[in-house]
């Protein structure tokens, strides 16, 4: 299983970490193309003490990776902590209102979008209370398994509920719509909040800067924004002087990069990481 161990890109730890009391801290995982990424906070404290992210391997199935980090990893794998959450990468996904929910048919739901492979994938849901919005999203199924096995009590959901509810804390309650964009591993997350309420979601695949502009215009013109007016907020796995965020600058006249998610704590550790990096795995402190 050595060859599926990922290779690590950054550790960073605090020293007030005690790995001898886990039950103070609670453990945040995202798993996709790409990469993993293992976040620990301080319950008490409120304060972020771990950021770790590790290069996929390819086409090695996300379970096996994860797996085989497990086995040697300090953290991953051990019990006793105060909470567990881990959110998969994917497109396959959908919202919808929380009144129209029947547990039970989640595949159903879901089918409507991607038809599942119920020998390889599971169907899971999320509710998000305070928005009355229910996430419906497949999984890899030995990734599931293993999840569920270890932490048994861990909650699974989808990146875009991490996206979603960090986006959600940060935005006014009476603020224009506005457009917020993640940026992953040949994926794209466009979402559209107003008031506090989202007002769309998806997942774009892209392969050139040319297909990452495209849908993000594109949204923006199905919700009547103005790229020469309208702001647009991006995170991600991007750089500053990178082609992706060059063409975005080029057609977007008010772009900017998003902050990490609000009232949370941020060990010192984290300095030299750039704040608009790794927004989901931080706002996974805000998911129920």
Known sequence: MLHSVPVAQSRLRDETLDLTHLAAYNL??????AG???GVADVRRNKFVV???????PDAPLATQLQALAAQHDLLGQVGWNKVRLAVQNRYFTLLPAPLFRAGDEAAYLRLHHTPDLQLETVHHYTHASLEVVSLF?????LTEWFKAIYPEGRLLHHTSALLEGVIHQSEQSGPRRVYLSIGHQE??????????PEFCNVFPFSTPEDL?????LVMQELQLNPDQDSVVVWGDLMHDSELFTILRKYIRNIRFGNRPFDLG???R???????RYFELYALHLCE
């Open 28 to 33: 945040y995982l995202t798993v996709g193309a």
């Open 36 to 38: 993993l990424r293992v």
């Open 51 to 57: 950021l770790e992210d590790y290069q996929p391997t």
């Open 138 to 142: 497949a999984a890899e199924k030995a």
């Open 188 to 197: 794209a997350t466009l979402l559209a909040v107003r008031d506090k309420q």
């Open 213 to 217: 502009i495209y849908y993000t215009i």
């Open 266 to 268: 941020y060990s010192y």
């Open 270 to 276: 984290l300095n030299d990481v750039f704040e608009y």
